[in-house]
């Protein structure tokens, strides 16, 4: 019974690692620290890029000239590439949490009218469209959607989002979500989640802090199409999704006091 129980425990334990902010202009020294550690460990990242960055901050680190040529090699290796928002700039914001995972905060994207989102989103789509890139999921910058988004991607037939709550991968409203839970890479002792991992704001520390954390853990990380055959609706999942939003939209309730 107890190698049954552990087997369970271990067929649904890991975490897929997300990178966000993945653009022409990043800080492409770290980049390139972390391929070496992807192509060492055989990890395939998901990748969050920014079809048409316009975001200030991104535009302050150097560009690379070749950087669709790098990402069509990214996806050769088995790398998902996954589109981040569209400019990155934020127009909008949720000031009382009514985006649909009660994050708050600005967004490229809520707010605004189904044609509005489905306009950005069907211009990103055709960047990718246009180097060769087939996409298939979508996460919003700062975590922030709403029901037109969620319509607007599933009328441009991207049904995936990799943000959401829970312990597993689920199916709502003819979407799959891929829960996101922390802002530190923490594994859970039960469950399937992803990272979210700003490079460009590392330290030479923080990397070396997360090449441990692969290190140690290697057994545990999964791929993308993994991930996906752990979309679960059952009633434990349903459970863990209640339990995580309520601690989580708790914490962030408590920390902002």
Known sequence: M????KNYQSKNTGILIRFDDIAENMNWNLMERCETLFLKYSIKPVLGV???????????????????????????????????????????????KKDFFNYGGGSEFYGHSFEKQKQRLAAGLKKFEEEKIRIRSFFAP?????KNTFLALKSLGIKQVIDGYGLFPYLEDDIIFIPQLFYENIILPFGLQSTQIHLNYWSDKDFLKFEKFIDVNQDKIINYDQMLGGVNNGPISSASRFLTSSFLKLKRFTNKK
């Open 2 to 5: 107890l190698k049954k129980f």
């Open 50 to 96: 920014i079809p048409k960055n316009q975001d200030e901050d991104l535009l302050t680190y150097p560009a690379n000239n070749k950087f669709w040529d790098r990402v069509r090699n990214w996806k050769s290796l088995g790398w998902e590439i996954v589109m981040h928002g569209y400019t990155h700039v934020y127009d909008s914001t949720s000031y009382t």
């Open 142 to 146: 700062n975590h922030i959607y709403d």
